[in-house]
């Protein structure tokens, strides 16, 4: 199911994002495909209630179900650092019922269900298959697209995300000493070195989004490739530091700076820490 949008607008051309989604073996009803396309302009509202239909249609043809009666599972949409409340992440939930109060693993990042929001911003005490929620009470920002497990106790979920970060530090660490901007040139001239990992972290997505750019657009003539190996959205973490660690990387904070236990621990593990509030200046 296709939903195209921005139909409202003079340049729109539907038929050529068809066209154009065919190449990936999105074949339209029309053409005797599988796909169901329906055009629509959330700005104006124009065929919502058609998209929806369409919804429950494939999701009755394809027999969707899920048991609300088990421990909660989703994926984690967005993520935001709140000032008043932390880290927040919108989840849809798609197995199990997720309640108040539970304790949950997502990605490298554990925590305990402390609050619940609609999309209208009303508080929820539990939520089902098919909900997305803003779920309060991470211990740091999970990444987009991670999966969103709930456990029976909160020992539990600590050690999962140890666990997890060990299995990264392992798999990616390798034998080169830890690299410094202050010798990545002469690691370059001594041919040793190609690729420079970078970890970002900013205040909010627009930044890191700006840095991105900025970084891919240095030209250094083939002599050396920058990789972000990670970004998110929030102050510089211990779980930043370690993959850092664990992957020979540099870690570049915009707009934000690392806690207590990053700080000490970028030098307990050799991790160059670089905070920048111009973009230029990075």
């Known amino acids: 199911l296709v939903a195209i949008n921005k139909i409202d607008l ?27 396309y329906v055009e629509i302009s959330a700005k104006q509202k124009i065929n919502i209630d058609k998209l929806l239909e369409m919804i429950l249609l494939q999701s009755e043809v394809l027999e969707l179900k899920a048991n609300p009666d088990k421990l909660a599972r989703g994926t984690i949409i967005e993520t935001r650092l709140d000032k008043g409340q932390g880290p ?38 539990e939520a089902g298959p098919s909900h997305p929620v803003e779920v309060v009470g991470f211990a740091g ?13 909160e020992r ?35 041919g040793e070195f190609k690729e420079l990992k970078a970890v970002i972290k900013a205040d909010v997505h627009g930044s890191i989004e ?12 083939g002599e050396i490739k920058v990789n972000i190996i990670h970004t998110a959205v929030g102050s510089i973490t211990e ?40 973009i230029y200046e990075a």
Not at 162 to 183: F, M, P, W
């Open 88 to 125: 927040v992440a919108t989840v849809l939930i798609q197995e199990g019922t997720l309640r108040v109060g539970e304790p949950f693993v997502s990605g490298q990042v554990f925590g305990k269900v402390r609050a619940m929001l609609d999309d209208h911003g009303e508080k929820l005490k």
């Open 239 to 278: 779980s930043d530091i370690m993959l850092a660690s664990a992957s020979n990387a540099i870690v570049i904070g915009f707009n934000v700076v690392p806690d207590q236990k990053a700080h000490a621990l970028a030098q307990t593990e050799h991790v160059d820490v670089r905070t920048y509030t111009i």
């Open 10 to 36: 003079p340049e729109a051309q539907p038929e050529r994002v068809k066209r154009e989604l065919m190449e990936h073996e999105l074949v339209s009803e029309e053409l005797g495909g599988d796909t169901i």
């Open 141 to 153: 920002l999970p990444e987009a697209g991670d999966q969103f497990i709930v456990v029976s106790d």
């Open 156 to 190: 539990k979920a600590r050690l999962a995300v140890e666990h997890r970060l060990e299995k990264v530090k392992q798999k990616e660490a390798g034998t080169i000493g830890k690299i410094t901007l202050e010798t990545l040139f002469d690691k370059i001239k001594e």
């Open 210 to 221: 700006a840095l991105k750019k900025a970084i891919s657009d240095i030209n250094t003539k």
